[in-house]
């Protein structure tokens, strides 16, 4: 009997939902354009500004959230800083709330030693038409994305669910790794994220990212001598990681993510990176640490199984 949960992933063409992920840039390097609709963004509210200490102070901010969105959202706390909140009725949101706990509970408990201690926002919308207006009346402007985008400066991921919860699953990282690795470089920010877009969890609650629909592109990059050499991408500063060659940049970095994890070495390349990063900020070192080998051995290896994975 198969125990797993799958986190769906969100079908997109290649080109498209590389650049709706792309737009991360804001958060961990730049700080320059709100994610996915507004360059100034609006400021956090009071009750945004610490984690509720009371039921009073949970109550306050769903109140505050529930003027800002309307009745019609189911809204409610989870995990002690989120406030999740859904207008697509008791099952979407139970999709929704299922999606954020699973990934929080997964991080904290197999990667993540400092939690998050202030409030994130996630508003779910069930439908393009609303997820539209919500942009076009909070930031003057429609998304670029047609699937969900984080805002790092308001702490608020705001999310079209009606294309899946992978999306959702990949943004819940973003804060939380954020807290217990600042600094952390946009391959890795976006490669792990990236990974979760398409996975299940085993019965001992760890999560597996599967294949999804960025390994066709990346195999295409790798036929037509576009693919970016390991060496190069842990190179890559936050503006060329998201620059014209996103796409590829994020398939590179989520396989690579993958193929540590399917050796059984991705937690301990983390531990290693972060412990290591002041040093090595590109994580080449830690790297070649964990996988015993030089980065000019890596790459070949990786690569063919890259065009085996099935």
């Given amino acids: 009997m198969d125990t797993r949960v799958r986190t769906p992933a969100t079908p997109a063409p290649w080109h498209g939902r590389c650049g709706v992920l ?11 354009t709100a994610v996915g ?20 102070d949970v109550k306050r901010a769903i109140g505050e959230i529930r003027k800002e ?23 979407e949101y139970r999709r929704c709330r299922a999606t954020v706990e699973r990934m929080y509970r997964f991080l904290t408990t197999f990667y993540f030693e400092k939690k998050a201690i202030k409030p994130i926002r ?33 702490r608020k991921m705001v ?4 294309t899946g919860t992978g999306t959702l699953a990949h943004e819940t990282v973003h804060p ?12 890795f920010n976006e490669g792990f994220a990236s990974l979760y877009e398409q996975s299940e969890q085993g019965v001992d609650g760890q999560m597996e990212g ?37 796409g590829v940049n994020y398939a590179t970095a989520r396989y690579l993510c993958k193929w540590l994890q399917d050796q059984k070495k991705l937690r301990d390349f983390y531990r290693e990176f972060k412990a290591t990063a002041k040093d090595d900020p590109t994580g080449r070192a830690a790297l070649e640490k964990v996988a015993g080998m030089k980065l000019d051995e890596i790459d070949p290896k990786w690569r063919e199984w890259v065009k085996d994975l099935k």
């Fill in 22 to 32: 792309g737009m991360m840039i804001a958060a961990f390097a730049l700080s320059l």
């Fill in 37 to 56: 609709c507004a360059a100034d963004p609006n400021p956090l509210p009071q009750y945004m500004q610490d984690a509720p200490r009371t039921d009073e």
């Fill in 69 to 91: 969105l309307g009745d019609e959202f189911m809204i409610d706390s989870l995990e002690g800083i989120f406030y999740l909140a859904a207008n697509g009725g008791l099952d």
């Fill in 122 to 154: 996630i508003y779910c919308f069930r439908d393009k038409p609303s997820y539209d207006k919500y942009c076009m009346d909070t930031y003057q402007r429609g998304p670029s994305t047609p699937f969900g985008f984080y805002m790092p400066s308001e």
């Fill in 159 to 162: 999310m079209n669910i009606a």
């Fill in 176 to 187: 939380l790794l954020a807290e217990d690795f600042p600094g952390v470089p946009s391959w």
């Fill in 210 to 246: 599967l294949v999804n629909w960025r390994l066709k592109g990346l195999r295409e990059a790798m036929r037509d001598d576009r693919a970016v050499p390991l060496a190069d991408l842990l190179k890559t500063s936050t503006k060329e990681f998201y620059d014209e060659a996103r």
